[in-house]
């Protein structure tokens, strides 16, 4: 399968609609730190029960992560979402190079939908007209915490009115596979002011979280992804876009399979949360160093006063029955077989 043929000069199509009668959802995320949102992205838009309305860049250069989701919307046809800017902390791009070898070459006023320079003003609008129309929007954190915190400290009333918050999120007891312990999680540690704000934000609801506990056992590799080789053309626009955006930034897989994809399990919960095994806590952010050497060694702990989550600790069904059929729902709703 030859991926680079296409170099997505770019596989434009008609704009497509919003999914009508859809749950309403905002995406919030740090594309280009690492390549696991693009795919959980595209299985949010390419699934028929959500109907994303904006997608909001989160965590340092959030200009430069807007250019990348501009140019992967216009890919797919789906000019219809808007994007806002989130709070943009510095020029820092992200380790993934999808930013470097793709995303830069967007010119933002190019872009046909709606763009929102001030993104934290513009959810806080959309949540309160969601709400006001009767459908109130769910929102899928998939970034540092930094938008995320701000709307749930600072723009409580509108946080009161969100109707569900799911996000890949810290660590309970494991962050690894084959090393058990706790560990500092990106999305976690790297704002933990922000974070400290999410935790204990005025959601309507209490969060569901995604931790490391789950998240790690999400990868794409075997039949599934020979599955996806074989509708990897042009009648598959979002597919298409996103294996050839993967064959750029990892070339030596792009035959074999992902590594892990964190923040696909944390929309996987978002579709099906009878999926998981939950444990309702109380967790807070704490260092973990003395004196802390290194402010990003934190993550969050369980305590009395800690902000509410529902945390997905692990899947309901057995070690493998569990992450198998979660990917075979990836492969489902990526190929429109779903």
Known sequence: VMFLVVLLAAVLVAPAAGIPGGIPLLIDTDIGSDFDDAWAIAL?????????????????????????????????????????????????TGPNPIYKLWGRFYNLSHYPGVLHRDGVAAAVKLIEHQHQMGEPLSILGIGPKVNMGTIGSHYGVAASKVKQVYSMFGDIYNCSRTNPGRCPEYNAAEDPKGSTAYLHGNWSKVPYICPLDSCLYAHLGGKNW????????????????????????????????????????????????????????RLQMQFHADPPKNPWYTWPVKFPKGGPVNAAVWFSADDETGPKTMADHFVQILTNQS
Not at 77 to 86: E, F, L, P, Q
């Open 44 to 92: 949010a838009l390419s699934d028929p029960r959500y109907d994303v309305k904006m997608i909001l860049t989160t965590s340092h250069d959030t200009v430069a992560k807007a250019q990348t989701v501009c140019r992967y919307l216009t890919a797919y046809g789906r000019t219809d979402v808007a994007v806002g800017i989130g709070i943009k902390q510095d020029n820092i």
């Open 226 to 281: 020979k599955h996806l080789l074989q509708h990897n053309n042009t009648a598959h626009p979002i597919l298409h876009t996103l294996l050839t955006t993967f064959a750029l930034t990892a070339p030596h897989s792009v035959h074999t399979g992902t590594g892990d994809l964190c923040d696909t399990v944390a929309y996987y919960m978002m579709t099906n949360l009878t999926a998981f095994h939950f444990q309702p806590l």
